[in-house]
């Protein structure tokens, strides 16, 4: 993505976990001397009560009906919602006050939930305590809210220079996955910025604090630990400092992997200590919980300051008419939370001392928090996977600690914790190391986004450093063997094609191929060697992450009719790089005419099964479906397309007993021969039939997404042979797949039906015969719906 010249300002937007920032600089010149600043965001504080803030707390609140009016919810501004959002959403300040007295209704933590793999992050499922009457959004929604509202902020106060037409960054951890990191994108689209660029939060702190230290001699500091505890996460990397003829070089050698550890864990952990104080060993529930934690962090940040009080009080309110009567409290003391916080989360441990890998992550709220809550150890752990590195920067031997820490976060806002970590890694090293200046820690990410901006024009030093992480493509060879290719070896630029020519695969033509990723931050793997481009690894389940699969689509413009079970075939080799805003863009390039097919990333929440070997059952069934519906008419067979149905019940069992992979097998057999499908009145009903049926309910298998891509456009051809269990057959078919159609396919069908689902509609003889001759009866219609 090319630099916006045009832009008349470079935005920085730190979409934190429970805050978010934005700074911006004018694009002029001298570029190196514009100043950066802080972008106030308007926001409701209070009922009616509109303030701007240095922040934007990352919370909604969804109010029931009517317990505000419309003057109540009035922002500066006319306002223009998500597609796909609530109307009128609290955002901001007074949602997050809100969350501390009403329980269920408040949204928190969607940056996390946006990179929590065991759930639909584009289904509605926040507020994860909500109940049945609270409508609910998708961490996607939840997260383009935020962006939203920054968005309208900033056009109200700029009006002229509207946000979508400037350069913005907007920053992400480290340690997000590919997942995470495109639904950051769609998220920024969603909220109508367009195109906007991903930087890593570790590496935003370093350009912020380089920008401030650009003259500074950092011979004596060749490697800097950045530690970024934020609400949510713990983000680790590590940068090189060195030199070359004089010239300085920055590059970030290692990232540490995702880790949901953040200021959030010590709230919930002072939450559960009044809880057993306020209500013994009775847990309480989920919501009551929820409003509990919204008091324990106010409590924490006062307790962890310099001038903290002795202690702070946390009150749980009553409920209905007992709303102050019926509350209790409970006091902490600054000696309880320093407890909490520090030997909980930062004990002084040995550098070899490690989180137990054996342990199970900790779900609380439906997030997958890690068990083992010490930073210090995890921080031994990220070393300890970069020594390779560390050793090679330094020059030297053994554990080569960094000489030198950048710290960023809320949690750093404590000066107290702040110390700690540097007491534990210069008992690690064995001597002094330096503490890099961060005088805001709340704000320095946003700061560095907009360094990173000027970086990208030549007026500020920019960090190299490449693909943090290696990609590998999970083969699956004879048995049980497996390996793993490299694709992407760690350190690779961006925007540099890696093309593995030593290697050709062959791909079916007109079918979904499914391609399973897998991932690593480390240097070397546990078989003692390091991933280079082409390079074959074993499967090491502790080093390699999976990542959700890729899926290709090659299409051909053949249209010759092939014989039963005849496959178009086509060599290809596979082409990957790293974007500039740091994704893997994977295709598969033709042997013969350089032909490209991009490999999507599929997004959407499906099950991860892993590709197996069909039964012969399964395949037997495939090439009878084949036989009836292939090319060859000779095969065709009127008592054998009548007995379908059964044959295939016969051979696999009761189709409600079919698993994913049975269905799905069936269905692209079925799908390759859709063009068949209206050689006879029976063909057409068994192929909407079984073919609807072994789809439905239009998602779940990874590449279900591709297959509604093949389906849809067989709603503009409607059906060959015309009768009332023709039409019957038809509207089941797209009942029974409806769960994969987007909102715009939906719309279009409503606007076919809508006018005649009113009866009276069909005592109009014109409206009546249009609908007879379209199937838009009543009784049909209502299928569908």
């Not at 919204?294 to 940040?301: C, G, I, L």
């Not at 994913?660 to 063909?683: C, E, N, V």
Request: proline share 4%; glycine share 8%.
């Amino acid at each position: 993505m090319a630099s916006n010249q045009k832009a008349r300002y470079l935005v920085g937007i730190d979409l934190g976990t429970t805050n978010t920032v934005v700074a911006f600089c004018e694009n002029t010149s001298p570029l190196a001397d514009s100043k950066v600043e802080l972008f106030h965001i308007d926001q409701l504080i209070g009922q009616g009560e509109v303030a701007r803030r240095p922040q934007l707390p990352s919370f909604r609140f969804h109010a029931a009906p009517n317990q505000f009016d419309a003057q109540s919810l009035q922002l500066p501004w006319e306002q223009q919602g998500v597609e796909g959002d609530l109307a009128n959403p609290i955002i901001g300040e007074w949602a997050r006050e809100l969350g501390t007295s009403v329980e269920g209704r408040q949204v928190s933590s969607a940056k996390s939930w946006l990179s929590h793999q065991q759930v639909d992050r584009e289904g509605d499922i926040l507020p994860w305590t909500g109940g049945e009457d609270v409508e609910k959004v998708s961490p996607l929604i939840a997260s383009a809210s935020y962006l939203n509202h920054i968005r309208q902020s900033w056009n109200h106060r700029n009006p002229i220079n509207r946000l979508e037409e400037q350069e913005v960054v907007v920053t992400v951890p480290a340690s997000f996955d590919e997942t995470a990191r495109n639904l950051t994108l769609k998220a920024a689209q969603l909220a109508g910025l367009g195109e906007v660029l991903l930087l890593e939060e570790p590496q935003a702190a370093c350009y912020d604090w380089y920008g401030r230290h650009q003259d500074q001699d950092l011979s004596a500091l060749p490697l800097m630990l950045i530690c970024d505890v934020g609400g949510g996460t713990t983000d680790l990397s590590l940068i090189q400092a060195s030199y070359d003829q004089g010239d300085l070089s920055l590059s970030r050698i290692g990232v540490g992997e995702h880790l949901m550890l953040g200021g959030d864990n010590i709230d919930l952990a002072l939450a559960h200590m009044s809880e057993r104080e306020l209500n013994g060993n009775k847990p309480m529930k989920a919501g009551a919980l929820s409003k509990l934690i919204q008091q324990t962090r106010r409590v924490k940040e006062s307790l962890l300051s310099k001038d903290a009080p002795e202690q702070g009080k946390v009150t749980l309110l009553g409920g209905g008419s007992r709303l102050i009567g019926g509350s209790r409290s409970v006091h902490l003391s600054k000696d309880q939370v320093r407890q909490v916080g520090l030997e909980g989360f930062f004990p002084k441990t040995s550098i070899d001392v490690l989180p137990d890998s054996k342990r199970s992550a900790m779900v609380e709220f439906g997030l997958p928090y890690v068990s083992d809550p010490a930073v210090t150890k995890h921080i031994a752990q990220f070393l300890a996977q970069h020594r390779s590195s560390c050793q090679d920067a330094l020059k030297e031997d053994g554990t080569a600690i960094p000489v030198a820490l950048l710290v960023n976060g809320g949690a750093f806002n404590s000066d107290l914790i702040k110390q700690r970590l540097v007491e534990v890694m210069q008992e690690w090293r064995g001597e002094e190391i330096t503490l890099l200046d961060n005088p805001h820690p709340d704000y320095a990410v946003a700061y560095g986004a907009v360094a990173y901006s000027k970086a990208r024009r030549g007026a500020q030093l920019k960090i190299g450093g490449g693909s943090p992480r290696s990609y590998f493509l999970h083969l699956q060879g004879k048995g049980s063997k497996t390996q793993a290719l490299c694709l992407l070896q760690k350190g690779a630029e961006e925007e540099q094609e890696v093309r593995l020519t030593g290697r050709r695969f062959a791909l079916t033509l007109d079918q979904p191929v499914r391609f399973n990723l897998l991932t690593t931050t480390v240097d070397q793997l546990n078989d003692g060697n390091k991933p280079q481009n082409g390079s074959l690894h074993p499967i090491d389940e502790e080093q390699m992450l999976p990542l959700p699969p890729y899926v290709a689509s090659l299409n051909s413009d053949d249209e010759t009719e092939l014989a039963q079970n005849q496959k178009r075939k086509q060599e290809v080799q596979l082409s990957c790089r790293l974007t500039e805003v740091g994704t893997l863009k994977l295709e598969c390039v033709s042997i013969d005419d350089d032909q490209r097919w991009q490999v999507e990333f599929e997004v959407r929440h499906g099950k991860r099964h892993e590709t197996k070997e069909l039964s012969p059952k399964v395949k037997d069934a495939c090439e009878l479906i084949s036989s009836l519906y292939s090319g060859n008419k000779k095969q065709t067979d009127a008592k054998a397309i009548k007995l379908l149905s059964k044959q295939l019940e016969k051979s696999l069992g009761k189709r409600e007993n079919w698993d994913l992979a049975t269905s799905r097998a069936l269905f692209d057999t079925f799908a390759l021969g859709r063009k068949r499908r209206r050689r006879s009145d029976q063909h057409e009903k068994n192929w909407l039939r079984l073919a609807g049926y072994s789809l439905r309910p239009g998602f779940g298998d990874a590449v279900d997404g591709w297959r509604m891509d093949q389906v849809w456009p067989l709603y503009q051809q409607g059906i060959q042979f015309k009768s009332q269990q023709s039409w019957s057959d038809w509207w089941i078919f797209w009942r029974r797949i409806s769960g994969g159609l987007n909102q715009e396919q939906q719309e279009e069908i409503l606007a076919d039906i809508a006018k005649y689902l009113h009866p009276g509609m069909l005592k109009n003889p014109k409206s009546a015969e249009t609908a007879h001759q379209n199937g838009y009866e009543p009784w049909f219609a209502c299928l569908l719906l």
